[in-house]
């Protein structure tokens, strides 16, 4: 249930409005905006059924939601979700730029392209140190060795770090050295481990799933929010089609499905979408140019020896003509680039 406020709603009609929510065992979320305000009441709407919120002092609307998903949902929450990692403000104008190497390989490796990567305008370190592989036998990543080179290499640039968590035992482990969890293709209707990244106090991003229809991923990301985390970042990698020449298909129709569906910001993995490194810059310009707030993109100084995702890395020196062409794009749809010297 959403209750819309009147303009001249006082502070007491508001306080009235919760306390009554609170009495009969539903969640008030207040979300206030420059035109309204709205209370959005999450539970068993039914149980208000007797009570007549309509005419309590400073009520305009009720709307009954029929959506099965209330927190995510842009109805709640009309304005966009903005979230603040430091570096950046993820949803804002600025775009988040994730780069870095599919897997943290060594101290040297992970710190070369992080210097790399900052240099020609990321604002986030990416390197996988649980890696979601799928055959048993592939590297499965460094683990909490990978977790330390990831710190060392945030402290060299003062880059933030995104990094996959693959298991509800590490989320607290993971999350003592991650600005942001992710989630992985795999693991998007994972609900003991979406469970527990609700529970998290850091920024999760939660990519969709390999045949995850949008409805199905924005429940997941209620899943999260459910669970008291409302700073979630959707993540398309593309999905599985009939198609073979690339490793997924990147649906790119997502974004203006989800920024109406949802309030949360939404960016684009083109490597894993691509799977070829010669296809990644057409679509990371594709996702800018279609509203994305960001990108998240492996790039690796030796993609021939990547330990994992080498075929579709590319090399900081492609990653930073990408950047240039990504810096005229962002300005048509109003987004900016942190500032950064190319030459
Ligand atoms: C990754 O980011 O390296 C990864 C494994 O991604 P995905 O879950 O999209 O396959
Ligand atoms: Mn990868």
Redesign the pocket.
């Known amino acids: 249930m959403i209750i819309v406020l009147k303009k001249d709603a006082t502070q007491k009609d508001i306080d009235h409005i919760i306390a009554k929510v609170k009495e009969i065992g539903l969640e008030p979320h207040i979300s206030v905006g420059v035109e309204k305000t709205i209370i959005g009441v999450v539970g068993d709407d039914d149980k208000m059924i007797n009570v007549p919120v309509e005419s309590f002092n400073g009520v305009e609307q009720v709307i009954r939601v029929t959506k099965p998903y209330k927190l995510a949902s842009r109805d709640f929450h009309p304005h966009n979700t903005v979230i603040d990692i430091g570096t950046v403000k993820i949803g804002s104008e600025e775009l988040a730029i994730m780069a870095g190497p599919?897997s943290v390989e060594t101290k040297n490796q992970i710190t070369y392209i992080a210097k790399e990567v900052k240099k020609y305008g990321a604002n986030i370190l990416?390197g996988?140190a649980f890696?979601?592989r799928t055959s048993p036998y592939s590297f499965q990543g460094l683990g909490k060795e990978g977790l330390e080179l990831l710190k060392y290499a945030k402290e060299q640039t003062g880059l933030p770090i995104i990094t996959?968590v693959l298991d509800p035992r590490d989320v607290e482990l993971v999350e003592s050295y991650a600005d942001i969890l992710?989630i992985?293709?795999?693991n998007a209707q994972n609900f003991p481990l979406l469970k527990e990244v609700g529970k998290a106090r850091k920024p999760v991003l939660l990519?969709r799933g390999l045949a995850m229809k949008a409805d199905e991923w924005v429940m997941s990301a209620e899943y999260i929010m459910s669970g008291g985390n409302y700073n979630v970042i959707l993540c398309e990698?593309g999905i599985r089609t009939f198609e073979t020449a690339t490793r997924n298909t990147l649906d790119l129709n997502i974004i203006p499905v989800m920024k109406e569906k949802t309030h949360l910001p939404i960016v684009i993995?083109p490597s894993?979408a691509t799977g070829y490194s010669r296809y990644v810059p057409s679509m990371a310009l594709a996702a800018i140019a279609a509203g994305a707030d960001g990108l998240?993109i492996?790039v690796h100084n030796d993609p021939e020896n990547a330990w994992?995702?080498g075929e579709q890395s590319i090399t900081p020196e492609q990653f930073r003509d990408l950047m240039i062409k990504i810096k005229e794009v962002a300005k048509i749809v109003g987004k900016k680039l942190p500032e950064f010297s190319a030459v």
Do not use: L, Y
């Open positions: 599919c990416r996988g890696k979601p996959e992710q992985g293709t795999r990519k990698r993995d894993h998240i492996e994992s995702d």
